[in-house]
């Protein structure tokens, strides 16, 4: 398929559909396996919902990191998830991870240490979890505040 990259003869899923507020952009998880087994890619696409346009396609990969905790603002057509990366770790390993939004045309708005682990009900403040607390951060960027003392560790995370 010209759009995702991914080879047609693979064996191909989706999952993970959501869709923006405003009804105007969805998101899903796009995984192929290959015919002979092991070689597994996974991406995050975005649509504009009116024509079925792929606005940003975020490809998964050990150097770009995976996607995952996918969850769309309840406010704007923001979309915020979670970046593992994993290249070279082991079993037992703590991947760095990155907590993200992006708009719909995949831009990167705001990036945090840790996992993105939700939206504030008025979508002004994402929530980002580390082992030492939840932490809220406006999505302009401009604040950071411990609200917890409760995180979530990494390698306990998933």
Do not use: M
């Amino acid at each position: 398929d010209p759009r995702t990259g991914f080879p047609i003869e693979a064996s191909a899923g989706l999952g993970q559909l959501a869709a923006s507020v405003d009804g105007r952009y969805a998101s899903a998880n796009l995984y192929r396996v290959s015919p002979s087994g092991g070689d597994r890619q996974q991406g995050l696409v975005i649509v504009r919902a009116d024509d079925g346009a792929v606005t940003s396609y975020l490809s998964s990969d050990p150097q770009q990191g995976t996607i995952g905790d996918v969850e769309w603002s309840p406010r704007d057509p923001l979309v915020g998830h979670t970046t593992a990366l994993v290249s070279g770790a082991g079993p037992g390993s703590v991947w760095p991870t990155k907590a993200v939004v992006r708009d719909a045309s995949g831009r990167v708005l705001v990036e945090r240490d840790g996992r993105f682990a939700g939206w504030s009900p008025d979508g002004a403040w994402l929530y980002v979890s580390r082992p030492a607390g939840l932490y809220a951060c406006r999505v302009d960027g401009s604040t950071e505040l411990r609200i917890g003392t409760l995180g979530v560790s990494v390698a306990t995370a998933r």
